[in-house]
């Protein structure tokens, strides 16, 4: 569904990605590991279109997608939930919500997409009139999942859903990862510093390192290899 | 039923009707003082829209402030006396229109500065504003046609109570309800996290520039009662000053407030005249009361917790 071909990305003169090439198959999760500035984030704003690749290839379906504004793959089926949860404080849950749903005028698909997120995470219909910057840093992650969710992808791009929550909580949003992709038949292209719990849930996983992937392969087999389980997954 | 905004809008402009039929008895100082707190609330609303709710930051408010009283004067002056037009016309049909197009004309020069600077962010964009501002403050210095550096004199004064609060009224109206419309959450969604908005498929640079534009037509607008009211307007009372002082109402309202900015835009427009007599010192007491306040209460006077939008 998505491959990369060979990805530089610059930024002024420091590079982030060097050659990075990667594959998603539809239908399946694939997990990007890496420690802190390898270039993960960079790589997902690249395939949704906030970078501009230096050179290399994007293929969104089969057409190269890379230097596309990012309002028009919203169109096409592709969300990007951004790292660091950043929901519109200012609005209310139920506004954000709607954000999500920018491009779709049926007021009944919009609806239908909130009950659907509100099955989803029974929390955020409680606190659904709530600006959303009073919300706690997990409620805001759903939120942030949910408004990506809005758009009806059949695509999506998440980055580091775990960061700073309770580990309770990551293990509710992991849950519901696998359960987008079971029954949505979502794609999704995750980004993660816990390792392990990625993998767990994933098909295939890659890890980059300043701005290279290291290693590749089935999610079990990285969580496996002694390689990685040093580096990212505490021995 | 109407919707309220609606309602709120008839019965502004009715009250404007009722004083505007009556000014001739009220004291004159005060009814000058009036019209002025009226185009301010246009003036601090509309920048409101731009730096408040769409989280830019624009210094050359008073630029396109100048743009329209310039264009505008020059209708009512220049047409005026060609087209022969009785002085009841005059007042109630060329006038109105020599606003909008004070304001269609400062709409298009902020889509000519906006369009290319807005990819710009917070600084650099005050920056390109502030040029802007004093590009307009020199090409009308150097403008024959509209007075050079003496100005333009001689503009009748038709701006009275009605036309200024209708203007401040439709700011008010047309900016709380693009805020209030789907379309515009965009416009606070922009100005809270510009890549979560992009990430959803909005285009940021477009709501940008149409902020932009629509706050810089009001301000054209407001410029062109502005130039009817004093009946002279020079390229120096549209410098910098001016925009900071527009500045300064948008911040001490609160950014991104409504009704906080036009209690800030009354507030401000009435304590000033005490301090005329202080000519250009009132700016130093403006700087300080900025720096107070921004140590003090940084979210601005009128500002209550979580009440943000409807505050
Ligand atoms: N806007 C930017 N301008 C300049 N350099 C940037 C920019 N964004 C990222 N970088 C640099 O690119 C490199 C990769 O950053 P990136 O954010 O992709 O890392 P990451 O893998 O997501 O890290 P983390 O796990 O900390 O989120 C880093 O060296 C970073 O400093
Ligand atoms: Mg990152």
């Known amino acids: 569904m998505l491959e990369l071909r060979d990805l530089t990305v610059r930024y002024g003169a420091i590079t982030a990605l060097h050659g990075v090439s990667l594959r998603v198959a539809a239908g399946s999760i694939v997990t990007l590991i890496g420690g802190n500035g390898a270039g993960k984030t960079t790589t997902l704003r690249t395939v949704s279109g906030m970078v501009k690749p230096a050179s290399g290839q994007v293929l969104f379906e089969g057409e190269e997608i890379g230097g596309i504004p990012t309002h028009r793959l919203v169109a096409r089926g592709l969300a990007h939930c951004p790292e660091g949860r950043m929901v519109f404080a200012n609005l209310t849950v139920r506004e954000n919500l709607q954000m999500g749903a920018y491009l779709q005028r049926d007021k009944g698909v919009i609806r239908r997409e909130e009950e659907y997120v509100f099955a989803l995470f029974p929390r955020l219909k409680e606190r659904e009139a709530q600006p959303a910057g009073t919300l706690s840093g997990g409620e805001q992650q759903m939120l942030a999942i949910g408004r990506a969710l809005m758009s009806q992808p059949r695509f999506l791009l998440l980055d580091e859903p775990s960061l700073g929550i309770a580990p309770l909580l990551v293990k509710l949003i992991f849950e519901k990862i696998v359960e987008l992709n079971r029954q949505r038949n979502l794609t999704i292209l995750l980004v993660e510093q816990n390792a392990n719990l990625a993998l767990e849930v994933s098909n295939h996983g890659y890890v980059l390192e300043t701005g290279r992937i290291q290693l590749s392969g089935e999610a079990a087999g990285l969580r496996a290899d002694p390689r990685v389980r040093d580096a990212y997954l505490g021995g | ?311």
């Open chain 2, 1 to 311: 039923m109407l919707p309220r905004s609606q309602i709120w809008l008839l019965a502004v402009l009715g009250a404007a009707a009722v004083m505007s039929a009556v000014s001739g008895r009220l004291n004159p100082y005060w009814l000058d003082v009036a019209m002025g707190v009226g185009i301010n609330i246009i003036l601090a609303v509309s920048l409101n829209l731009i730096n408040g709710f769409t989280g830019q930051f624009s210094l050359g408010h008073a630029g396109f402030m100048a743009v329209g009283a310039y264009t505008s004067a020059m209708v009512t002056t220049v047409l005026g006396s060609r087209l022969g037009l009785s002085p009841v016309l005059l007042r109630w049909g060329l006038f109105p229109v020599s606003l909008v197009a004070g304001g269609l004309l400062a709409g298009l020069a902020g889509l000519a500065v906006g369009a290319p600077s807005l990819r710009l962010k917070g600084d650099y964009l005050a920056i390109v504003t502030l040029g802007f501002g004093e590009i307009i403050k020199v090409i009308l210095q150097n403008l024959n046609a509209v007075g050079g550096a003496r100005g333009l004199s001689g503009i009748p004064s038709y701006t009275n109570l009605f036309w200024t609060f209708t203007v401040a009224a439709v700011t008010v109206y047309v900016v709380w309800g693009l805020l209030n419309s789907t379309y515009g959450r965009g416009f606070l969604a922009v100005a809270d996290d510009e890549v979560a908005a992009e990430a959803m498929g909005l285009n940021t640079t477009r709501y940008k520039i149409n902020a932009f534009v629509v706050g810089s037509f009001f301000a054209g607008a407001a410029g062109g009662l502005y130039a009817h009211l004093k009946g002279y307007i020079s390229p120096t009372g549209f410098d910098f000053n001016k925009s900071i002082e527009i500045v300064v109402m948008v911040i001490l309202g609160g950014m991104g407030r409504h009704l906080g900015v036009i209690v800030a835009a009354i507030l401000l427009t009435v304590v000033q005249e005490p301090l005329r007599k202080l000519g250009d010192w009132r700016m130093i007491l403006y700087a300080l009361l900025l720096i107070g306040l921004m140590l003090t209460r940084p979210q601005g006077l009128f500002v209550w917790p979580l009440k943000r939008r409807n505050a």
